[in-house]
């Protein structure tokens, strides 16, 4: 299968520009798997949960979801990507996934990072894997990546591929920790980050780019730069990620002595 | 405190030259806490369990564990390092912990590698830590490193600084891995690697150095050379391991969310 990322520069809460620029970006690509930023349409930095309120949309009848849709039936493709997720009173840190028949499933991050704590609901629902037929997918947000938890839960279910939408301020650090995630449970990961700055307050954030696909093995099929809007598709074989063994005698998750562990 | 980093070459099977060696390189440093590498007195490539068996030691009876007490003893030091240990009719690929008072603990192998599943029986005691006053110790060996679940179990538990004894032939993964659970656990790691060639059968083992000591930063303190036997003597603020926080909202163990992970 072929998995693309896209490597946006997103205009904070111009969500149809937003939404337009992926596409204008996809479209000279064809992929079965397009991974697209955290917060791709509506942009990251928020002053307070009322402006995170406001860009929040309901999954699946949001318009970010209903492109995503559209987009993924035109070109009979699978999309996740990230958005802020209404549901009743809460705001909720979101990836999706949707396909060609539709919208599949909401992942809500669950490891907030910094002032997200502020404007956002913690997400309350389990890492989960979903078969999209040519693949199996578990998706995590951005600064999941710290903790080992995320990536082995989708791997223990089944994940092949780890989509991971990302606004990832520190260079070289999340490639690095979802390179090792790929390689200690055999998995391919695929991390969309954004690019460009947001001046919102007195402190701008940089956006650091380098998204990456990352092969059962650990080593990067493709690695963006750090500054440029900028799109890649790779073929990937899923079957990689299926043979856990390291040796004839070891394997990635068999190995595993739950037992043991203090945790 | 101070952290010493043995990369020594064993000859298979010499066990008093071994330790005298290890011993010799250590005189001339000071160290509060020394780490010597997984099976650092026997050697590695065993051809069959019955040779595992013929240079398996009680514990702490055996002559390599009294030799560890009596140089701790004679430099008020601690010592972290790997012996084939015999416990009734099982050998454990074993590391233990040894201080001025004596004999403090064992870790037994719980993930052994390739053919060590012939020749070794899986560790069967859980993974813990020891307070030895100047830290809290936590030991893993070798491929441990691959799980996080190892790591993470210790840092749990309450390690500053985690021993980490191995015989590793692949270049600069470990090394990569140990950074990653340094940085993910808020730990100090301590790997000490041998260097050498065992050419005990047809397959060679040749082992790649690189022993290392990394802060809970990710950085590399001290890394050694591939193919060199060498000592580094390091200073650790034990107290940057036991400060979790990663942003004022964020901390490392903290945030983790057991309820929502998949394990």
Same mark, same amino acid.
Request: aromatic letters at 8%; charged letters at 25%; glycine letters at 6%.
């Given at each position: ?30 992929? @079965? ?32 979801? *209903? ?19 209404? #549901? #009743? ?34 997400? #309350? ?31 223990? *279910?089944?994940? @092949? ?10 260079? #070289? ?52 730069? *750090? ?12 079957? @990689? ?17 739950? @037992?043991?562990?203090?945790?």
């Amino acid at each position: 299968m072929r998995i693309g990322i896209v490597q946006s520069s997103p205009v904070f809460g111009e969500v149809k520009k937003n939404i337009a620029d992926c596409f204008d970006l996809m479209a000279s690509h064809s992929a @079965d798997l397009w991974v697209l930023p955290e917060l791709f349409a509506s942009g990251y930095q928020f002053l307070n949960p009322a402006e995170a309120r406001d860009l929040a949309e309901t999954v699946p009848g949001g318009i970010t979801t *209903q492109a995503l849709i559209e987009y993924a039936y035109s070109k009979s493709c699978f999309i996740v990507a990230g958005l802020p997720e209404l #549901d #009743d009173d809460s705001v909720y840190n979101c990836s999706i996934l949707v396909g060609p028949d539709g919208y599949l499933a909401r992942y809500r991050k669950i490891h907030l990072f910094y002032e997200e704590k502020t404007n956002f609901t913690p997400g #309350d629902l389990p890492f989960a894997v979903v078969d999209i037929g040519i693949a199996k997918i578990g998706m995590m947000v951005c600064f999941d990546h710290l903790f080992p938890e995320s990536a082995r839960s989708l791997a223990l *279910q089944g994940a @092949d591929v780890i989509a991971h939408p990302a606004n990832l301020v520190l260079p #070289d650090l999340a490639q690095r920790t979802m390179s090792i995630r790929a390689l200690e449970n055999g998995v391919f990961t695929a991390t969309a980050n954004r690019v460009g700055t947001e001046t919102r307050t007195d402190e701008a954030l940089t956006y650091t780019g380098q998204s990456q696909v990352v092969a059962p093995d650990g080593q990067a099929l493709v690695r963006l730069s *750090q500054d440029r809007v900028e799109v890649a598709v790779v073929e990937i074989d899923v079957s @990689d990620a299926r043979d856990k063994a390291i040796t004839k005698h070891n394997d990635k998750l068999g190995d595993r002595r739950p @037992d043991l562990y203090r945790l």
